[in-house]
């Protein structure tokens, strides 16, 4: 997982405040610092691509399916490391089916069908619209959580 990030990074090492955030972010990744990435379980790689994302500040990150794989409490630590990151000069673009997860972080949201955009609009008015979250998603989300 090391040679990950440091590949990631420009200088051919992080910087080590950055990786100190990187770990507060994500605490399992000191445990697996070491090992090779091919023997990483599904949500310990997903960790190690969003560090890799974030090892160096970026002005756009495009992140697809960030929670897949994840324990609730590693998602619970990626939307504040999210949360972190929006604070900063980093635009995002999530692609994320967990809606929580994404209500959580987003300021605008597109709903896709087979495809093809079916809504666009402000976060904050679909996840307090449960007639609108029944019609695209078919279900309202409160009552799932």
Known sequence: MRENL???????????????????????MQTFWNALAGNLSGGQKQMLAIARAIVEPRK???????????????????????RELKRTDTTMLVVEQNFHFARALGDTVAVMDSGRIVHTG???????????????????????Q
């Open 60 to 82: 756009l990150l495009l992140v697809d399916e960030p929670t897949k794989g994840l324990a609730p409490a590693i998602i619970a630590n990626m939307v504040e490391a999210f």
């Open 122 to 144: 402000r976060m904050d008015a679909l996840a307090a619209d449960a007639a609108l979250q029944t019609k695209l998603l078919g279900l309202a989300l409160d009552a799932h």
């Open 6 to 28: 440091l590949l990631a990074a420009r200088a051919g090492e992080p910087d080590p405040r950055r990786m100190e955030w990187i770990f507060r972010l994500f605490p399992a």
